[in-house]
């Protein structure tokens, strides 16, 4: 099985450490991964070290691969990143950006044969039900839109590992909802998948797991209705909050304010 994990590894930016020793088991395909913590915890770093961003020290294993070893051109064919936003003023529509992708693709092996690449960018453009909006230039798209034409160009190639900054972080609830459940669809596919969110009750209904990040290490990790504690949400963000589980199964989090030792701070 290519499974997924870090050990004991270390990255920053400029001489600036982030991550300090972090390490996760197995994320194996199929699984949603839910990277969370406060702002400034390492989240995204965790992502450009996986992605091969960053410099990192430690070991990244896809398989029997230590992906910190392999060349960028081979680590681009298993990994595929998605930033927080598309760039402004690229000029093409839906169907060309993810046609361009697929170039870039190309030149790594990522190819579907038998197919030309108008064929591949078409049936993705289908599979992920863009049709009506294959033609729209991608600065005329709403936010939600967008992140779906993201998601297309990330999809190129059929990566093993598909990373994901914060897609949600623009989306209204709906949009928000609609968006993890294709995503969920994606790992279903035999995808690995690890997102960066923010929305602790999103995280926990559509991860199978969350790793919580503070200050640049792994402080708990695990079933998200183990790991989001009233405790571990008073130590990390500062928060008082009653943690309960619908009958649905569905993790409710309803916060009571500010922790006892943030208020104890203030007052000192």
Known sequence: MTALSLRDVHAGYAGKPVLHGVSLPDVTPGQILALTGPNAAGKSTVLKAIGGFLP????IMLGPDDITRL???????????????????????VFESVLAALRIAGKHGATISGLSLERQAAALIENLDLGDIALSNIDTLSGGQKQMAALAQALVGNPSVLL??????????????????????????????????????????????????SKGRIVAEGLPVEVLSRDILADVWGIDAEVTVNARGSL???VLGPSRNVIKKEIE
């Open 56 to 59: 990192v020290r430690g070991t």
């Open 71 to 93: 060349k960028p051109f081979q680590r681009a064919g298993k990994i595929s990143y998605m930033p927080q936003a598309l760039p402004r003023g690229v000029g093409l529509n």
């Open 164 to 213: 994901l900054d914060e897609p949600t972080s623009a989306l209204d609830l709906r949009h928000q909802d609609e968006f993890m459940r294709v995503i969920r669809s994606v790992a279903a596919s035999g995808t690995i998948v690890v997102v960066v969110l923010h929305e602790l009750a999103l995280a926990a209904r559509m991860s199978d797991r969350i790793a919580v990040l």
């Open 252 to 254: 409710l989090i309803d």
